[in-house]
């Protein structure tokens, strides 16, 4: 699962690196007391007042078409596998991705910068002296589709309802929010506790969706309904078949279109998902041109199944996009709730038993990397010692810091590529053995007499093929290891439960992650709230200490010292068991798109961006 277009990997430059630690203007320096058109976390705004559209949009786009496409990023409670709901924002369900295409925000993310948003619903925004107060002004044409207005009302129902009953990694974000108010119909007023990030209005202006306060009046908010919730965005939904496909219809007057930071979007007429509970037929769909665009998560069918006749006849193009500046992580989670797996002894054993190599070599076909970080392709990624700067933050925690923290930082340990590296077997067995665990026959057992089980959860075919050889390691040294594969539903309703040993994941992270947006995943808090990212329920004080250093950071030369701090101590702790990751996006599409390159940096909605180029598509038979 991961964060997709609203805060939708190249690697970094040292071009790129100098200009990122180089003294910049934080948000907590910006001007009061006067109207803003914008906000950004570090530097200063890219567009000015009167810019008329983002560079890498395309106002003279032809709009029409269809976009059938197989999404592979979502948020909130949503799947690619199924829906049952149209409440994206509940925790209840399982929904469809790209509800938020339906909804407007306050401020629209620029994707061509790491930490900048614009006016969108809010026309400007004005910050008090203390900067916990931020001070709206709505425009007056801001209207859902049935022609309501939309006013600072709405937004405050909107809020105070996420805050009370949304989706974990929406109210997390809210933690902090003191009131929210109504001034009157076109000014809203929202202030924070102090204890709040300074950056935090970043997240909840461009990504907490504003919701009809009269259409819900008559509705429960977090109720799981196949009824289109009234919504004011570029689009609508469409025709529904529950769990198999869903459309969204572009909206034609819709209010938003010629602003700045809608001009040249949303060109096609309609986008269309549909579900597949499994890869394979999805990939059979795309093949006979039922889905025209797909990015391929499986280097095995990347590297032998794309063959088939439509790319010979190059009606199909198959490339490497470039990935976002963005920290990400791929990983493993060990649930922490169970008892087993508290022991980082424990959790470091089970890491041992997975070999990249062998995998890499075997079944990757060379296409990814081996993940050390849980920020990775970031300036946040911990490397070699700690700078004077890192040692500056860690010396308060001393007696509460692994002594291996002031050392290198931890890379995981390679293999000999054999598929069961006698020497990291050895050792797992060995770590076994001082976290109590004895063998008794094929399996070890703890001192009860209790085996050591590990579950690992899936939720597809695919995954059997590459975690197999992790399992039979596993096995090998006594663990009682095995796959379930279940459903998309009871996947989604166990990790909301944290039901589990042992899951994946994968995730990006914002260009400036915020305290709120690490808290989802790393603070202690969220490890007791069902739905929460904090899937290994980490739960330790001087993680939250560190997040909190987040909303002090003053440039981002301390942010990225803070972050490889936290980066260090997670790599130590072993929550969560980085796996591999792919610097680029392998894509393939039928040639019957138009759009401009070279993409954004810092997001890739492919589904707002491209349009459709009827001379493409006549030439290859799809018109």
Same mark, same amino acid.
């Given at each position: ?396 925690? *001393? /007696? ?7 050392? =290198?930082? @931890?890379? &995981? +340990?390679?293999?000999?590529?054999? $598929? *069961? /590296? ?7 067995? =060995?770590? @076994?053995? &001082? +976290?109590?665990?004895?063998?008794? $026959? ?182």
């Amino acid at each position: 699962m991961t964060r997709p277009t609203r805060r939708d990997v190249l690697k970094i430059s040292s071009a790129t690196i100098l200009t990122a630690l180089a003294p910049r203007l934080a948000l907590s320096e910006v001007a009061t007391g006067v109207p803003l058109h914008g906000l950004s976390a570090f530097g200063e705004l890219k567009y000015p007042k009167d810019f008329t559209h983002f560079d890498y949009a395309s106002p003279d786009a032809p709009k029409g078409g269809t976009f059938a496409f197989s999404p592979w990023s979502w948020f909130f409670n949503q799947s690619t596998q199924t829906f049952n709901t149209l409440n994206s924002f509940s925790p209840k369900g399982d929904a469809p991705p790209r509800m938020e295409l339906c909804f407007d925000t306050l401020m629209e993310t620029a994707l061509d910068e790491p930490d900048s948003i614009y006016g969108l619903v809010a026309e400007t925004v004005t910050v008090s002296g203390d900067r916990n107060t931020f001070t709206f002004k709505l425009r007056h044409e801001a209207r859902f589709h049935d022609g309501s207005p939309l006013t600072a009302h709405d937004v405050v129902f909107s809020y105070q309802t996420i805050q009370k009953k949304g989706h974990p990694s929406l109210l997390l974000l809210l933690t902090e929010m003191k009131e929210i108010v109504a001034v009157d119909d076109h000014t809203l007023r929202i202030s924070f506790s102090g204890k709040h990030s300074d950056r935090a209005i970043l997240d909840i202006a461009s990504i907490m969706p504003i919701l009809s306060k009269t259409w819900y009046d008559t509705r429960d908010f977090d109720a799981s309904t196949l009824e289109s919730p009234l919504a004011s965005g570029p689009y609508r939904v469409g025709s529904v078949s529950v769990g198999q496909r869903i459309e969204y219809e572009r909206v034609e007057d819709y209010w938003g279109r010629d602003l700045p930071v809608m001009r040249g979007f949303n060109h096609f007429s309609r986008i269309r998902i549909d579900f597949y509970r499994d890869r394979q037929p999805e990939f059979e769909a795309f093949k006979k041109g039922d889905i025209f665009f797909r990015l391929e998560s499986t280097a095995k069918t990347w590297a032998t199944e794309y063959d088939f006749p439509a790319i010979q006849q190059k009606r199909v193009i198959k490339r490497d996009f470039s990935g976002e500046k963005r920290p990400q992580m791929q990983a493993w989670a060990l649930n922490q709730r169970r008892e087993h797996f508290r022991d980082p002894r424990v959790r470091e054993a089970i890491a041992l038993c997975f070999d990249f190599e062998w995998t890499q070599k075997n079944l990757f076909y060379g296409r990814y990397d081996r993940s050390q970080s849980l920020f990775e392709q970031s300036d946040f990624r911990a490397t070699g010692k700690p700078s004077p700067e890192e040692l500056a933050l860690m010396e308060p925690f *001393r /007696d509460k810091l692994p002594e291996a923290i002031f050392n =290198e930082a @931890l890379l &995981q +340990a390679p293999s000999d590529g054999s $598929g *069961r /590296d006698r020497k990291n077997l050895r050792r797992a067995s =060995e770590l @076994l053995g &001082q +976290a109590g665990f004895k063998r008794e $026959g094929n399996q070890l057992v703890d001192a009860g007499g209790k085996p050591l089980n590990v579950e690992m959860l899936i939720q597809a075919e695919v995954f059997t093929r590459v975690y197999s050889p992790f399992i039979n390691n596993l096995k090998a040294i006594g663990i009682n290891a095995f796959l379930r594969l279940v459903d998309p539903s009871q996947y989604q309703l166990r990790l909301q439960d944290f039901d589990f040993d042992m899951m994946g994941i994968a995730y990006m992270l914002d260009a400036t992650p915020t305290r709120e947006s690490l808290e989802i995943m790393f603070g202690s808090k969220a490890a007791s709230i069902p739905g929460s990212w904090n899937f290994p329920g980490t739960a330790d004080p001087v993680i939250d200490a560190l997040i909190a250093k987040v909303s002090e950071a003053h440039s981002r030369t301390e942010l990225i010292s803070i972050l490889r701090v936290l980066d260090r101590l997670l790599r130590i702790r072993r929550d969560w068991i980085p796996n591999w990751y792919a610097a680029n996006h392998p894509i393939a599409y039928w040639d019957m798109f138009g759009f401009k390159e070279p993409k954004p940096d810092y997001g890739f909605p492919v589904e707002t961006l491209w349009w459709l180029d009827e001379a493409k598509a006549k030439a290859i038979g799809k018109i």
